[in-house]
């Protein structure tokens, strides 16, 4: 079993940046494929980044140039760097993992769930 949990979240303007950390517990998780998603009120979960055991990461095209995942195996944590951040980016953040991960853009790949972190980009 895996346990998640976020932070990092909070109110920020357009323009500005956050950093969203993901707290592991119970494995190393470094040994699975890690993400982040984010949703809206009555919308489906979005991809947004991950990152394979072999460091190899993937983006949305929304966020591409602007957010960095990361992963800091001394501390069994992955980070979420948000750059440039935008209204549209406001969204409830999650973090996800899971030991096999066919198509990492896909939520129901992965079994792992933290319990979410809000993002809020004021113009």
């Known amino acids: 079993q895996v346990q998640l949990v976020e932070s990092g979240g909070g109110l920020v303007q357009a323009g500005g940046s956050l950093t969203l950390s993901c707290a592991a517990s119970?494995?190393?998780?470094?040994?699975?494929?890690r993400a982040w998603f984010r949703q809206a009120p009555g919308k489906e979960r979005e991809f947004v980044a991950a990152?394979?055991?072999?460091?190899?990461?993937y983006y949305a095209d929304s966020v591409k140039g602007r957010f960095t995942i990361s992963g800091d195996n001394a501390k069994n944590a992955v980070y979420l760097q948000m750059n440039s951040l935008k209204p549209e980016d406001t969204d409830v953040y999650y973090c996800?993992?899971?030991?096999?991960?066919?198509?990492?853009?896909?939520?129901?790949?992965?079994?792992?769930w933290g319990q979410g972190t809000q993002v809020t980009v004021s113009s």
């Open positions: 996800a993992a899971d030991a096999s991960v066919a198509r990492l853009a896909v939520a129901d790949e992965y079994t792992y």
């Open positions: 990152i394979r055991v072999s460091g190899r990461t």
């Open positions: 119970g494995r190393t998780v470094s040994d699975y494929a």
